[in-house]
């Protein structure tokens, strides 16, 4: 099956400044990678999602690289803000996707 | 549109009882999945059902637990005989299509099973 890591673990930052978030997957004919936002207690929200045939996307503050010769995509988040802590799973699939396979997280904490 | 709807949204059993846990999915939405969430970690694929049929339920657990979204109503999770590793958050997504397509998936509040 496939296997997903996300590095880093735990990311802290300061108001304003810029957050990478990196996913590598194991499963090459994964083919739909997408980004889920989850805060505490709550349901994971989709943020942001790429499929294989693009090689980067940019929503607003948000934007999502992908290199699929390596096997990884990022997670781009530029002025970050208070209200960007959470965690972050990235949830990369095939088959159009909908069978996701959830990486481990990565808690982001920003700080004032 | 009301979005995924999960209930209950915390449901305490005891060892060897059974939990049902629903979910009804967005306005439109043919697709179901479940997926479950232990504390701090990701989430894991359960079980993907279309009406009336299970596509992949690869990730269920081989006894205990089961799965089924019927003509009419909710989809339901079942786990019967509860245990305490079966604590956990479950989450219900759907989407618009399946398999092969693409489609977001849209999840709902999850329902927090706790075992005593």
């Known amino acids: 099956g496939e296997n997903v890591e996300q590095h880093p673990s735990t990311l802290s930052v300061q108001e304003g400044d810029s957050a990478v978030i990196k996913c590598t997957y194991s499963?090459?004919?994964?083919?739909?990678f997408p980004w889920y936002k989850q805060e505490l207690g709550k349901r994971p929200q989709l943020i942001i999602d790429?499929?294989?045939?693009?090689g980067e996307k940019k929503d607003q503050r948000i934007a999502v690289t992908l290199n699929k010769t390596a096997k990884h995509f990022s997670l781009h988040i530029t002025e970050t803000q208070p209200e960007d802590s959470a965690v972050y799973f990235c949830?990369?699939?095939?088959?159009?996707?909908?069978?996701?396979?959830f990486g481990t997280g990565t808690q982001l904490k920003v700080e004032l | 549109n009301a979005g995924v709807m999960q209930n209950p949204r915390h449901l305490v059993r005891r060892r060897g009882q059974e939990a049902r846990l629903r979910c009804s999915p967005m306005?439109?939405?043919?697709?179901v999945y479940w997926y479950r969430q232990l504390p701090e970690e990701g989430l894991k694929f359960m079980v993907y059902?279309?009406?009336?049929?299970?596509?992949?339920e690869s990730g269920m657990p081989k006894e205990r637990f089961s799965a089924e979204f019927p003509k009419e109503g909710p989809s339901i999770l079942r786990i019967q005989q509860v245990v305490r590793g079966d604590s956990a958050a479950y989450f219900c997504?759907?989407?618009?299509?399946?398999?092969?397509?693409?489609?977001?998936?849209?999840f709902g509040n999850g329902t927090r099973l706790t075992v005593t």
């Open positions: 790429i499929r294989s045939n693009v």
């Open positions: 059902l279309q009406k009336e049929n299970i596509i992949d």
């Open positions: 306005k439109g939405h043919s697709h």
């Open positions: 997504a759907s989407s618009v299509t399946g398999q092969g397509e693409y489609s977001p998936l849209h």
């Open positions: 499963d090459s004919a994964s083919n739909y």
């Open positions: 949830a990369p699939g095939t088959g159009g996707g909908n069978k996701l396979t």
